[in-house]
């Protein structure tokens, strides 16, 4: 029992550094490419595939050292470590980027997010402007960018596990019934 709390440990912590790694090169890459400030669906879907694939591969793992077996809470239990530690590099590179490598990036998403409004909605005026820019501004807090990293990076873990459990699940046969 021990041996398998530390084989699922390994696995947590081997993988969640793997999905902290990539994430954290994915963003640079944005960053070299001058793409950080931009959001659009394509981030979101490699960001996902990237997890999908990482939190995937370290549920198989688990099932492959527990004899091919695997039930759907071990399964999330593996899948949300492994989110919990890549989201926790991730926060720690965010904090470094924002602080030492671009220190003004706060700033840079809000004059780009005043631009997005005023291109959409030519009338805004100037209160609706400030107001606007006073809820950006708290939400890109080194705080609160820290807590919606790890509540995102925890929420998606959740349900990538859930969906990739599902698929892999497999309950051991009781010998005793028959």
Request: charged share 10%; aromatic share 12%.
């Amino acid at each position: 029992m021990e041996n398998q709390q530390n084989q699922t440990q390994q696995i947590i912590l081997n993988n969640g550094l793997i999905l902290g790694f990539v994430s954290v090169v994915y963003a640079i890459i944005r960053y070299a490419m001058g793409k950080h400030l931009e959001n659009d669906w394509t981030v979101s879907v490699i960001s996902f595939v990237i997890m999908l694939a990482v939190i995937g591969y370290g549920i198989y793992l688990f099932k492959q050292a527990n004899e091919g077996f695997l039930t759907i809470s071990q399964g999330l239990k593996i899948g949300v470590g492994i989110a919990l530690v890549g989201g926790i590099i991730s926060v720690i590179y965010t904090y470094i980027f924002t602080t030492y490598i671009e220190p003004d990036f706060a700033n840079q998403l809000l004059i780009l997010q005043e631009q997005q409004i005023l291109e959409k909605y030519p009338d805004f005026t100037d209160e609706q402007l400030e107001s606007a820019a006073n809820m950006t501004k708290k939400f890109t807090s080194s705080g609160a960018m820290a807590a919606f990293g790890i509540m995102g990076s925890l929420f998606f873990g959740l349900i990538v596990s859930l969906i990739v459990s599902l698929f892999l699940r497999k309950s051991q046969e009781n010998p005793y019934t028959n």
